[in-house]
Structure formats: structure tokens, C-alpha cells
């Protein structure tokens, strides 16, 4: 049986997971909602997982050799299952509904860390090629949820993908950097602002830092990045 099929998408009264009545609203039972790969002891600085406590407050051994342009990176969920086969149905089997179920744990973790807000989001931008073929940006998706539950705006047309890069996760290590290298332009609209980079999956940070890089370049005062989960 597949998992997540759509009955129990349509039936919002069953577990995504499970299949077990849930109180009505939930996507999830109390059981399968604690077993999600919730993230613990993360870098602060890139969300990396399992960092030693003692660092916690700094930033993991990583960020401290090479530390990113974006100041800090948050994911309420490790890219583990059954979160990974949700990220991937919403990013290539069309399951576009799946994006407000991220988006609402993603917002209610940032709620819940109570931390200084952002004055706006941006999406990382799809190549136009890739937004033509997909039909929509996942992120972006996710954005609005986001956007909607925490009441900030989103800025997804002054930030633009120029270049159209395989996957990163299709590339070996070494290449990743190189690969996204000048894959971002940014407008002056950001000049002055605190910019929260909004995606689905943090992987290298090598995207997420390259779009950081640009947005800063522009004149965003500040940027962070909110993923959904963090490889
Ligand atoms: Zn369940
Ligand atoms: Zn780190």
C-alpha cells in the first residue's frame, strides 16, 4: 500500500500515516505526529543536525571553517522518512495540496521559536525552464502557508534563477558549489531588508548560500533561511 494515499488526503478524519481516527483538522495521530524526524541539536548557524550541545550556541565545526553569508538556517524536521517522500509527492508527483502540511508545521515551529521576524520572504526561484515543466514552485507553495499563518508578505519575482542547474542532489559533493555559482539575480527591492530564504530541503547550503549571496550583494541587511528539512 502506498503510503500517503489520497482517501485519506480527502478524509481528513484518518492519520496521513496510519490511517487512525484523528480529531478533525489533524494530519497526523498523536502517535505517528511524535515519530516525524523532528530535528535535535542543530547548528544554529545551518541547521546541520546532531551538533555537539557545547556548540550549540556558536555554530558547528563547518560554519565555523567556512560560515555562510545567510546568519542562521532553521528546519523543524531532519530529510528523513516519512518527511523525504512527502517533499518528494509535493515536488515531482504533482501533490501540490501536500505543500500546506509543510508549510504549517515549518510555521509553527518558527512560531514557536519566538525569534525576531523577517520583513519579507523569498522563495528560492525556479528556472523559468524547470517552473514551465513543473507547473509550480514548491517552495514557493510552502511560502504561502508560511506566509499566511505568520502574516508577512512574500517577494517571489525580485529574485530570479538565471541559470538552470541540475538538482544538487544528482551531483557529487565537490560539484555542488560550482554548480549553483551565479545561478541567482536579485533587484535593489531588497536594499534595507531582513530577508528569510524560504525552501524545501537544505542539503550542501550551497543554493540557499549562493541566493543569500545575491540577496546581500543587493542590499538586505540581513538574511536567514527557513527550510522544511534539513539533509
Ligand atoms: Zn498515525
Ligand atoms: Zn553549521
Known sequence: MSLLNIHRWLDPQNCLLCAAR??????FCPGCERSLPWSRWACPRCAAQNAVMDTLVVACGDCQKNPPVFAGARAPFRYAP???RLILNLKYHGRLELSRLLGKYLAVYLQN??????DVIVPVPLHTSRLR???????LEIARTVSEHMALSINWSDSVRVRDTPPQTDLPRDQ??????GAFKSSAAFSGQRVAILDDVMTSG??????AKSLRRNG???VRVWVVARA
Do not use: C, F, I, M
Not at 521559536?113 to 523577517?118: F, Q, S
Open 82 to 84: 516519512p518527511v523525504d
Open 133 to 139: 515543466q513543473r507547473g509550480y514552485n514548491q517552495s
Open 206 to 211: 550551497h543554493t540557499v548560500n549562493t541566493l
Open 220 to 222: 538586505a541587511v540581513e
Open 176 to 181: 555542488r558549489r560550482k554548480n549553483v555559482r
Open 113 to 118: 521559536l519566538n525569534e525576531p521576524r523577517p
Open 22 to 27: 484523528v480529531t478533525t483538522g489533524a494530519d
